[in-house]
C-alpha cells in the first residue's frame, strides 16, 4: 500500500475501557504524528515520532493516553479508561524530515482516513 | 509560538464563481505553510505548499495560493468553484527548528459549501 493506513476506521467503547489504535506510515517516513479532530474543531496535536528520538508527548491531554512505535514504523496511541469526551476522530500522518544541519523540518504530512472513537 | 488563524468558520458559494479562503499566520522567521483540503469521511490530502522562491503557489485541483509576507497571509484561491470542491479546507504553518523537534500548527478550518 502506498498511503498512511489506520485500524480500525471505527471504535465504539464504553466508558472506563482502554482502546488502541494502529498506525501504518509510509515506508520511509521518519516522522509520525498523531492529532484528535473533534466535531467541529481543527487538529489537535498529540504526540509526535522522529526516528529514533524520543518523541514529543507535549500534546497529549492526560496521563489516560500513551502511543509507541515499534522500529520505526508502525505506531500504536493507547488510552486507557476512556471518557466521552475522548470521543473524536484519531488522525495519524507521516512525513519525511528535512535536516540542514542542526534544522530539521517537515515535508508534506500525508494523512490516514483517520479513526471515529465513540465512548459510549 | 506560532500559529494559525482562518477568520472563516463557513464559506458558502454558487458553482462556478470565484473563491478566496484566507489564512493568517504567526511566525518567527520564513515559515513553511500548507494548504490541505478534508472530505466527508476522508483523511486530509495537501493541496499545495510554499517553501521558498515564488510567492504564487499553484496547486492540485485548480487551487492556488498566495504567501503575503507583510500581511502574514497564505490565502487560497481558486477561479471557478466546482461541486466536487465542498469539504473542509485547513492552513498549516511550519518551519526549520533548530534543534528538537518540528510540528505543524494546523487552523480550525474553513468548510466550503456550494450551491448549484
Known amino acids: 500500500g502506498a498511503g498512511v493506513s489506520q485500524s480500525p476506521s471505527n471504535k465504539v467503547t464504553e466508558k472506563g475501557k482502554d482502546v488502541e489504535l494502529r498506525c501504518d506510515p509510509i515506508?520511509?517516513?521518519?516522522?509520525l504524528y498523531w492529532y484528535r479532530q473533534s466535531l467541529g474543531q481543527g487538529l489537535e496535536f498529540l504526540i509526535y515520532f522522529q526516528g529514533n528520538s524520543a518523541p514529543d508527548k507535549s500534546g497529549l491531554p492526560s496521563d489516560r493516553f500513551s502511543a509507541e512505535r515499534t522500529g520505526g514504523s508502525v505506531s500504536t496511541l493507547t488510552i486507557q479508561r476512556t471518557q466521552q469526551e475522548d470521543s473524536a476522530v484519531y488522525l495519524c500522518a507521516s512525513s519525511i524530515t528535512l535536516i540542514s544541519g542542526r534544522r530539521q523540518s517537515t515535508d508534506t504530512q500525508y494523512f490516514g482516513p483517520g479513526t471515529r472513537l465513540t465512548v459510549l | 509560538a506560532q500559529s494559525v488563524t482562518q477568520p472563516d468558520i463557513h464559506i458558502t458559494v454558487s458553482e462556478g464563481a470565484s473563491l478566496e479562503l484566507r489564512c493568517n499566520y504567526s511566525y518567527g522567521a520564513t515559515p513553511y505553510l500548507f494548504w490541505y483540503v478534508q472530505s466527508p469521511g476522508q483523511g486530509l490530502q495537501l493541496l499545495l505548499k510554499?517553501?521558498?522562491?515564488?510567492?504564487l503557489v499553484q496547486g492540485i485541483k485548480g487551487f492556488e495560493a498566495e504567501f503575503k509576507r507583510s500581511q502574514s497571509s497564505f490565502n487560497l484561491r481558486k477561479p471557478s468553484v466546482h461541486w466536487s470542491d465542498a469539504a473542509e479546507y485547513f492552513c498549516a504553518v511550519g518551519g526549520p527548528s533548530s534543534g528538537g523537534s518540528y510540528i505543524p500548527t494546523f487552523g480550525r478550518g474553513t468548510s466550503l459549501i456550494v450551491h448549484p
Open positions: 515506508s520511509g517516513h521518519t516522522a
Open positions: 510554499y517553501f521558498s522562491g515564488d510567492t
